[in-house]
């Protein structure tokens, strides 16, 4: 079974920094799109930045300059790096990928989350 895991979120003043990883685990073939998402309390979640296998990254304009998205293949593995941090950053972050399993097709897949709290 494949699984993707969070970690790096916390308590950070504003203008603090955090990196969050996304590890992916289990019998994995292949891993195209990796993602991060957010939401905050009683919302949607929306997209923070998304990176391709290719290495090609997006993000969303309100962290544009501030955020950075990588990934290691080697290790199934992304970062997010968030700099600059400020309480509108605060949220749920969601870790999303579309991978998969030898001899099946591509589908999606969600971690559990990590907090993140930016305090004034």
């Known amino acids: 079974q494949v699984q993707l895991v969070e970690s790096g979120g916390g308590l950070v003043q504003a203008g603090g920094s955090l990196r969050l990883s996304c590890v992916a685990s289990?019998?994995?073939?292949?891993?195209?799109?990796m993602s991060w998402y957010r939401r905050a309390p009683g919302q949607q979640r929306e997209l923070v930045a998304s990176?391709?296998?290719?290495?090609?990254?997006n993000y969303a304009d309100s962290v544009k300059g501030r955020f950075t998205l990588s990934r290691d293949n080697a290790k199934n593995t992304t970062y997010l790096q968030m700099n600059s941090l400020n309480p509108e950053d605060s949220g749920v972050y969601y870790c999303?990928?579309?991978?998969?399993?030898?001899?099946?097709?591509?589908?999606?897949?969600w971690g559990q989350g990590t907090q993140v709290t930016v305090s004034s």
């Open positions: 999303y990928s579309v991978m998969r399993r030898a001899g099946e097709p591509y589908d999606h897949y």
């Open positions: 289990g019998s994995i073939f292949g891993i195209n799109i």
């Open positions: 990176i391709t296998n290719g290495g090609t990254t």
